[in-house]
């Protein structure tokens, strides 16, 4: 017998919509009360297998971000920043951006023009924008703005055959099975808390849950045991688990003899991480390091890393190490096991080859503005991209240097305030449109249940329009004279791990919730899962790697050359410079984070605005009561690349040594970013997850106060 929320929505409604949400990775279904043309509630979709009825806040922010008076619903241009901007319709405003397109690339040239793309912008946007690059012919596409390691070249496709992008090996269906879960430098319950459900239902049902962080968190507040380490030092930590598992034998021989190479250079790269060397520095101490250990070697794991906020700043040692923790355990194929990378997708292969070695050349936005100053002719991207960005006033001033700067998005924001031409942008809740970035390896597709408001449109629609006014055609005149619809058809079947999914066979009205798993090639793949705890919910093949099956037409289990998992030599560094006692000019180490209370999007603020427009730092009471550290007290944390102005928080989520930043809209008049103290990454790399810093009470001696730190650090 199944069981069902009953859902009665306290207003009237003529009509109900099945669709899934687009405001994180965890894909719910959603369903949405509408009268008269307007939404009048929005509930989970008790049918849907991820979310099974439940909503969290910010799938209901749905509701009021459609009818918020603060969102843009015009174009507007400007012929320059210190001119207001203006109102145009639609069409006057991609006249204008291919005008001056046209103008700024006779000057530069078209590889001057940059088109920035995070991983969790809109699919259409992402799709849209990399077709536009690859016919306009400049090599600033989206992916070339990703972190390397969760692209097609990281060490974990040379492991696995498979990217990291692309790496998920049990789905949530299947966590139900596990006995024991690692969760590695994420946070669930506070980034996606519906993705933490299934997480919370292993541990109810007697799982051990495991998590590894630089601060504490509402996940590790719910774990079996949490281990909070030196930021920076996280993947010396997995060498030095890694070692323990094998030096223990908490191993399983046979998988490592029949299906694993290279497992002896494994084995010689962790040796020197002992239990006394991982305390020195990550700052845990030996024996919690053994207990931890204990746990794992008790049964197989599953191993979970990374999230939407934080995968940016995982490494290949990172993400190698969580990945050699599941295989050393046999854990790979099995029920309960794998290695799971949150927020995969199967369109990660529309990365281009475009640098001379054949290879996607991964680089920085803010190392490209400053360090090429005057090189970018045109800027196009979406959201507000500006707040997280490094590089302090650096940047900005590159900013306002750029010729033509295209914004896409619902609000004004900071990213705006640099812009020339702003576009308003629908809701995935006023056109349909594909969902490929989820934290359940599924494809599903939002549906249109209300018109969007003025002249919003999607981010495919501006894409197709500004390339037909310069005449370009994205994806065939055919396709496109077909609609929106038509082109999804086209990039599924075109996707080597999607061929067998239609667009029509993913709407939730007219088929079983939930979307189809890939990798999809053949209509076999196409069948309801079975299997002794999920039947009949879920369309595709849950778990990868599965003894005797072939990974698609590779004809192996894994699709390496040997058919067996590789153990590549990852460099995790020695942590050199992580101690406190080294550094007394800058004692603290800064770590950062989104602010998971705020969400930009949906309140509508503005520079200037009060609504979650102040920046905050977490400090540990111990830190904050030699300091004389009130909350709410006024700091300033400073560093090598500048400082920031932030109010006290008092938390023992971090270490006395570790300071956390939270990312946010500041008034432009105090605005720095919070990631302003780390340096400039070099070109091909993503910025490190900590930085060198102190901190001082507004007003008071800053060398006093840091010269105070360093002892108390000392000591």
């Known amino acids: 017998m199944t069981f069902k929320k009953i859902q009665e929505p306290a207003n009237p409604f003529e009509s109900v919509l099945r669709t899934t949400c687009g405001n994180c990775p965890a894909g719910c279904g959603l369903k949405v009360f509408l009268k008269g043309g307007k939404v009048t509630d929005i509930f989970g979709d008790e049918e849907h297998p991820i979310n099974k009825g439940s909503l969290c806040p910010k799938g209901l922010l749905s509701y009021f971000h459609l009818n918020n008076p603060s969102r843009l619903t015009q174009p507007r241009i400007r012929e320059s920043l210190q001119k207001p901007f203006r109102a145009v319709n639609w069409q006057e405003a991609i006249e204008f951006t291919a005008g001056k397109l046209r103008q700024v690339v006779e000057e530069k040239g078209k590889d001057s023009v940059v088109i920035f793309g995070s991983e969790t912008d809109p699919f259409d946007y992402l799709a849209g924008a990399t077709g536009f690059a690859s016919r306009f012919k400049t090599s600033f596409t989206p992916d070339r703005f990703f972190p390397r390691s969760w692209g097609e070249n990281g060490l974990i496709r040379k492991m696995f055959g498979v990217p990291a992008a692309q790496l998920q090996t049990n789905t949530p269906r299947d966590w139900c099975n596990s006995r024991c879960i690692l969760l590695y430098c994420c946070d669930p319950a506070t980034s996606d808390p519906i993705t933490f459900g299934p997480i919370l239902d292993a541990r109810d049902r007697g799982a051990v849950l495991l ?32 070692r323990l598992l094998i030096s223990r034998e908490f191993v399983d021989a046979d998988f490592i003899s029949e299906w694993t190479e290279d497992f002896q250079s494994l084995k010689s790269q962790v040796e020197p991480y002992t239990p006394e060397k991982i305390s020195q520095l990550c700052g845990i101490a030996s024996t919690e390091l053994e207990r931890f250990v204990e746990y794992l070697g008790k049964s197989p794991v599953q191993v979970i890393a990374g999230d939407w906020s934080s995968r940016k700043f995982l490494s290949d040692a990172d993400l190698c190490g969580c990945a050699a923790i599941s295989c050393l355990k046999g854990s790979i194929g099995i029920p309960g096991g794998g290695v799971n990378f949150l927020g995969v997708s199967p369109f990660s292969s529309m990365r281009q080859a475009n640098d001379k070695n054949g290879e996607v050349a991964d680089i920085s936005l803010e190392r490209l503005m400053v360090d090429r100053a005057g090189y970018i002719s045109s800027l196009f991207w979406y959201g507000n991209p500006r707040a997280a960005l490094t590089g302090g006033k650096y940047s900005r001033e590159a900013l306002d240097k750029v010729p033509l700067i295209v914004h896409l998005s619902s609000y004004h924001n900071e990213t705006c305030e640099h812009a020339h031409v702003s576009i308003p942008m629908s809701s995935w809740l006023e056109y349909d449109g594909l969902l490929a970035t989820n934290n359940g390896r599924a494809i599903q597709c939002h549906k249109k249940v209300v018109d969007p408001p003025g002249q919003c449109r999607s981010p495919l629609e501006f894409w197709m329009e500004l390339a037909g006014a310069i005449g370009l055609s994205l994806f065939g005149e055919g396709e496109e004279a077909n609609g929106n619809a038509k082109i999804y058809d086209s990039l599924l079947r075109h996707n080597p791990l999607t061929g067998a999914i239609t667009f029509a066979g993913l709407d939730p009205n007219a088929e079983v919730p939930g979307g189809i798993l890939w990798p999809c090639t053949d209509p076999s793949q196409l069948q309801f899962e079975s299997s002794r705890f999920v039947k009949g919910t879920t369309r595709g093949l849950n778990i990868l790697f599965q003894r005797n099956r072939d990974y698609l037409d590779s004809g192996r289990r894994f699709p390496t050359p040997s058919g067996k998992v590789c153990f590549p030599m990852f460099a995790s560094g020695d942590a050199a410079g992580l101690g ?54 006024a700091l300033v944390i400073a560093g090598a690349a500048g ?69 108390l650090l000392a000591s």
């Open 211 to 242: 998590t590894i962080d630089t601060k504490g968190s509402v996940t590790s507040s719910k774990a079996t045991m949490s281990l909070r380490v030196r930021p920076g030092s996280q993947s010396v930590l997995l060498n030095g688990i890694l």
């Open 580 to 633: 406190t006692g080294s550094v007394r000019n800058l004692p603290l180490m800064l770590t950062t984070g989104v602010r998971v209370d705020y969400v930009e999007e949906y309140a509508g603020s503005r520079p200037g605005d009060d609504f979650g427009t102040e920046q905050f730092v977490k400090i540990n009471p111990m830190l904050a009561k030699s300091l004389g550290i009130k909350k709410d007290d």
């Open 643 to 711: 400082q920031v102005n932030a109010r006290a928080c008092i938390s023992d989520d971090v270490a006395p040594d570790v300071l956390f930043l939270a990312q946010g809209p500041v008034p432009e008049t105090e605005y720095s970013g919070p990631m302003s103290l780390f340096d400039l990454p070099a070109e091909g790399n993503t910025p490190e997850c900590f930085a060198r810093v102190t901190v001082f009470k507004t007003g008071s001696d800053r060398e006093a106060t840091t010269k105070k730190i360093a002892e």
